[in-house]
T-cell receptor, first 113, second 113 residues
Framework: EAGVTQFPSHSVIEKGQTVTLRCDPISGHDNLYWYRRVMGKEIKFLLHFVKESKQDESGMPNNRFLAERTGGTYSTLKVQPAELEDSGVYFC???????????FGSGTRLTVV | LAKTTQPISMDSYEGQEVNITCSHNNIATNDYITWYQQFPSQGPRFIIQGYKTKVTNEVASLFIPADRKSSTLSLPRVSLSDTAVYYC??????????????FGSGTRLQVQP
């Protein structure tokens, strides 16, 4: 079974540019989550999709972040325009009802310079 | 969501048993207890989940007392490859309410040869 795949693994962009992160969850997993860790901080929740619907987006820091999950498969997280404080590692996870735990991807390390 | 408290760091030697205790005094009735392991440059990896008493899998054991206000992750005969950060989380339920996870600071386990 393929795991959760995130692309790119690393991204370096200039302040003010746009970046789009992609997450491919485990096939068949209805629940998809985005988390991030900024330097020196704890891993923080951003949002939760159930299929294509946003179940909880209480962790999204501001309106420069836009997450989509068209068709309930893969998801994208767009940051526009990027700011220096957006630097960090963005993790995606997926889960399915009835199974234990969440499966995380390896993350995308975003550096805004 | 229930807050967790666990030691910041622990040291051990290869072949020893390691027990990491987590406090979660305000755990809710429906909350499960889940432990994750994270290596550098990787996403958290599910280790074990339980609700009460004892759970054992091929990787670890999880001990939960009757009041469920704490839990202990037990790693038998650790090796160097067990050096990682271990997170204790409460709030997930495998069958319902697969909501956001709240990560704390975790316990950094260092295994020495």
């Amino acid at each position: 079974e393929a795991g959760v795949t995130q692309f790119p693994s690393h991204s370096v962009i200039e302040k003010g540019q746009t970046v789009t992160l992609r997450c491919d969850p485990i096939s068949g997993h209805d629940n998809l989550y985005w988390y991030r860790r900024v330097m020196g901080k704890e891993i923080k929740f951003l949002l939760h999709f159930v299929k294509e619907s946003k179940q909880d987006e209480s962790g999204m820091p501001n309106n420069r972040f836009l997450a989509e999950r068209t068709g309930g498969t893969y998801s994208t997280l767009k940051v526009q325009p990027a700011e220096l404080e957006d630097s960090g590692v963005y993790f995606c996870a997926s889960s399915q009802y009835g199974s234990s735990g969440y499966t995380f991807g390896s993350g995308t390390r975003l550096t805004v310079v | 969501l229930a807050k967790t408290t666990q030691p910041i760091s622990m040291d051990s030697y290869e072949g020893q048993e390691v027990n990491i205790t987590c406090s979660h005094n305000n755990i809710a009735t429906n909350d499960y207890i889940t432990w994750y392991q994270q290596f550098p440059s990787q996403g958290p990896r599910f280790i074990i989940q339980g609700y009460k008493t004892k759970v054992t899998n091929e990787v670890a054991s999880l001990f939960i007392p009757a009041d469920r206000k704490s839990s202990t992750l037990s790693l038998p005969r650790v090796s160097l490859s067990d050096t990682a950060v271990y997170y204790c989380l409460v709030g997930d339920h495998p069958d319902t309410g697969r909501r956001a996870l709240t990560f704390g600071s975790g316990t950094r386990l260092q295994v020495q040869p």
